[in-house]
């Protein structure tokens, strides 16, 4: 009688049990911060949908997904960081927060509703419209790995 055994490696952390959970809708993050970037709801979103198409093998779609993601962008702000001796601002922060609602049609008692928030400082002598983009993307990239592994990743 010969016995075998299988080890599995996940080297992208995700916990998914595909035989049951095929498909993954993400909605468009509308932007309802005070302040607005145009851009900033379609970077979120498409780095989010990224993510999940990069490294599950899930269907990504919009919607009647067997998990599901929404939410809004509440906050784009600026503050005042490090002044200096003259009294001005030597940097300046920018933060992005985003309210995620998580939904999982097969085990329920995962669902959740959390904010996550980061944000990036830049020197106040650049104009906010020369590094926007910049900080965005590197933002809207560590929301959406924070986002992949509190749904599927379980750290």
Do not use: H
Not at 68 to 74: R, S, V
Not at 128 to 151: G, K, P
């Amino acid at each position: 009688m010969l016995q075998a055994c299988a080890i599995s490696y996940k080297f992208n952390g995700a916990s998914i049990d595909y035989s049951n959970t095929k498909s993954i809708a993400i909605a468009e993050f509308p932007n309802q911060a005070a302040l607005v970037y145009p851009q900033l709801s379609s970077m979120l979103s498409e780095t989010i949908r990224d993510i999940y198409s990069r490294q599950t093998r899930l269907e990504v779609t919009r919607r009647n997904g067997d998990l599901e993601l929404e939410g809004e962008i509440t906050g784009y702000s600026l503050t005042a960081m490090a002044i200096a001796a003259d009294s001005y601002a030597a940097e300046t922060k920018l933060t992005i927060t985003v309210r995620v609602r998580f939904t999982n049609n097969n085990a329920p008692e995962e669902n959740f509703e959390k904010t996550y928030t980061a944000y990036q400082t830049f020197d106040s002598n650049r104009l906010l419209t020369d590094v926007q983009e910049e900080l965005c993307t590197t933002m809207t990239q560590e929301i959406a790995e924070s986002i992949y592994n509190d749904t599927v990743a379980k750290w």
